[in-house]
């Protein structure tokens, strides 16, 4: 597809990282499908199942959406208004298409806006049923810091910088290893006016 380069990818403990997958054109397109996506799920600002407020602002878009609360971490049918999420808009389901190397098509794109002091804990992502679908990540704006430890909690860790139009794909081995965002660097990217990081994670749910 127009705007996706798939080269060589970097190995990151078997996370694949195709750095600037996504050329800025579509990135910026990307962006505008994304503003429709919020207006009909607006972001919100979810708690821990400990209630603790996350940093992230999220929303999703997919037939399920992932949420937080103290009901704890689950995907459910409706945003918090009680609305259906939308569509995953065919501009990001293209890149699941690039890269997945999946059956299944993805059945939830989270939506994660970072502004400068938002961070994302080390975390695995396991609200999934099948483990042998991979999550697909596309990080849009802002540079981060992204750490990738070990499948259990502990451990050494690697870090690497993720940019506007990187793309990480983590299947195989690596669908378990705990990762986070340690921070972001304000304003390294003009994508968003206002600055700020988003990351989609694309993933199969059932
Ligand atoms: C982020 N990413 O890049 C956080 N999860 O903002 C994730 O939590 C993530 O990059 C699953 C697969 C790839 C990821
Ligand atoms: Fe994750």
Not at 35 to 48: G, K, N, Q
Not at 91 to 105: E, G, M, N
């Amino acid at each position: 597809m127009d705007g996706i380069q798939v080269n060589t990818p970097l190995d990151l403990r078997g996370m694949r990282v195709f750095k600037g997958l996504v050329a800025p054109t579509l990135q910026s397109e990307i962006v505008e499908d994304l503003r429709d996506v919020i207006r009909a799920a607006p972001l919100f600002s979810p708690v821990t199942p400990s209630g603790k407020p996350m940093s992230v602002r999220m929303t999703s878009a997919g037939r399920f959406g992932w949420v937080s609360d103290r009901g704890g971490y689950r995907y459910g049918a409706v945003h918090p208004s009680g609305t259906p999420w939308p569509l995953i808009p065919p501009r990001i389901l293209a890149i699941w298409d690039a890269v997945s190397q999946a059956a299944r098509q993805p059945e939830c794109c989270l939506i994660n806006f970072y502004d400068e002091h938002a961070r994302m804990g080390i975390h695995q992502d396991r609200d999934e049923r099948d483990f042998s679908q991979p999550v697909v990540s596309v990080s849009l704006g802002d540079d981060a810091l992204f750490r990738v430890g070990n499948t259990v909690r502990g451990g050494k860790t690697e870090s690497l910088w993720l940019q506007s139009g990187d793309v990480v794909v983590m299947g195989g081995d690596a669908r378990l290893l705990y990762h986070g965002i340690d921070r972001v660097k304000h304003g390294s990217s003009r994508l968003l006016a206002n600055a700020g990081r988003i990351n989609l994670t694309m993933r199969v749910v059932t």
